[in-house]
């Protein structure tokens, strides 16, 4: 395995530092046999360490929302679905079945569809990947969008971080929310107005 994917490998699995990832990176010569295959045990303690990643991911939970029932949160999710932003970020889905009871049919509000939708050629990169065309995107999350700036120290929005603010990320949408970010532009200029 090249040094480079090794540390990255290591990296995803939990090593916090390069120094660390290089202390793994010695025990690994432990954990393969001829060749550099690894042992059953080499293998058996790396797919551990994917299991116990897996589920710490899982399991992470998102902020809880802030301000439920508040007039202008209140206001701000009509508008939001008026608009017809809900149509793709949508407010409310139900996990399935899990093996982990405490994420088995629960009602989640992560402002999804986890599907993919063309955004229009503003978006488009051209670059088609697995089933998505060079302009489709998957909905992202919208969960926590108001701690952005708190938790990252930044407002950058979008695939690529292009849009500087919620408002630029929502003009950077074509293609299918096209309607959408036009009823959102309305709202924008009638606003300015009054």
Not at 38 to 43: K, Q, R
Not at 75 to 84: N, V, Y
Not at 87 to 110: F, M, N, W, Y
Not at 170 to 185: D, L, N, P, V
């Amino acid at each position: 395995m090249p040094e480079a994917n090794l540390h990255l490998t290591l990296a995803f699995l939990g090593s916090r530092s390069r120094a660390d990832a290089d202390a793994v990176a010695a025990l690994l010569p432990a954990l393969a046999g001829p060749l550099g295959v690894l042992t059953t045990a080499g293998a058996l303690w790396l797919a551990r360490k994917l299991q116990r990643v897996t589920f710490y991911a899982r399991t992470l939970t998102v902020p809880a929302r802030r301000d439920v029932g508040h007039a202008d949160t209140s206001a701000g999710e009509r508008s939001f679905s008026d608009l017809g932003c809900s149509a793709c970020h949508r407010l409310e889905l139900k996990t399935g079945r899990s093996d982990v009871a405490a994420l088995g049919e629960q009602t989640i509000r992560p402002y999804t569809d986890m599907l993919l939708h063309d955004m229009g050629p503003g978006l488009a990169d051209g670059r088609p990947d697995s089933l998505a065309t060079g302009s489709e995107w998957r909905t992202p999350p919208l969960w926590g969008i108001g701690l952005v700036r708190t938790v990252n120290r930044h407002t950058r929005f979008l695939h690529d971080g292009r849009a500087r603010s919620i408002e630029e990320a929502i003009r950077w949408h074509g293609g299918e929310a096209a309607a959408a970010t036009q009823r959102s532009a309305s709202c924008r200029n009638a606003n300015a107005r009054t």
